[in-house]
């Protein structure tokens, strides 16, 4: 091989390797910030604890190799909140036999509210298609055509999915149509298909903290 191209190669890989640990170093350093402004804990190391603590959540009981990373945990607006980046492998044969690993990294963010509810999935239409759908329950259809387009809502409790998806909560949706969220218990949680950034917190808390107000109140007098 050309000693020229040999040097360049090897400046390409050591280029691409220092730009990697430059992204990561800026990300912990933010997570890091984020926490000491905001009074959280943040634990930069991996846990496959945290993921089965919260493997009702159906998003974490993908794949194999699973586990935690980049974790907050505190207090937001009043709610115990968590924040972090979870990753799971899948893998895929080609035609000579070969396995190939597949990475996935979903953020997630995720709150306590006041008390427990029935499962509750809502996506943008096409969204788990990218990180697998496997929940047996049939898509829910709104009044509102718009939104039964742009969001798959799925439940076993009917009417508790009329009654999260009022006019106001759909409206508030509407102009947010990336939301994908998740209500099991007493977790309300949002899911990104990439991994949680520092500069996405506070915009995915107040999303959630905003969604928590549009339930109505009488879900919480049951």
Not at 11 to 24: G, I, M, R, T
Not at 104 to 118: M, N, T, V
Request: aromatic share 16%; net charge negative; glycine share 6%.
């Amino acid at each position: 091989m050309d000693p020229l191209l040999i040097v360049l190669i090897a400046a390409a890989v050591a280029a691409v390797f220092y730009f990697s640990w430059q992204y990561h170093k800026k990300r912990r350093e933010g997570f890091i910030a984020w926490a000491a402004a905001n009074d959280f804990e943040f634990d930069p190391n991996r846990s496959r604890e945290l993921g089965r603590r919260l493997s009702f959540l159906d998003k974490l009981n993908q794949g194999s190799n699973r586990y935690a990373y980049d974790y907050l945990h505190g207090d937001y607006q009043g709610y115990a909140a968590d924040a972090f980046t979870y990753h799971y492998e899948t893998y895929s044969t080609n035609s000579k036999g070969h396995r190939r690993t597949h990475h996935h990294h979903l953020g997630i963010i995720a709150i306590k509210i006041e008390q427990p509810f029935p499962e509750l999935h809502i996506q943008p239409e096409g969204f788990f298609s990218k990180i697998g759908q496997f929940l047996g329950f049939d898509d829910i259809d709104f009044e509102s055509v718009e939104f039964s387009k742009k969001f798959a809502v799925k439940s076993g409790d009917k009417k508790l999915a009329y009654d999260f998806c009022n006019t106001g909560m759909m409206e508030y949706l509407l102009k947010h149509q990336g939301t994908a969220l998740e209500l099991d218990g007493d977790t309300l949680a949002l899911y990104d298909t990439h991994r949680l950034e520092p500069d996405e917190l506070d915009y995915y808390l107040q999303h959630l903290i905003k969604i928590r107000s549009l339930m109505p109140d009488y879900l919480f007098r049951k």
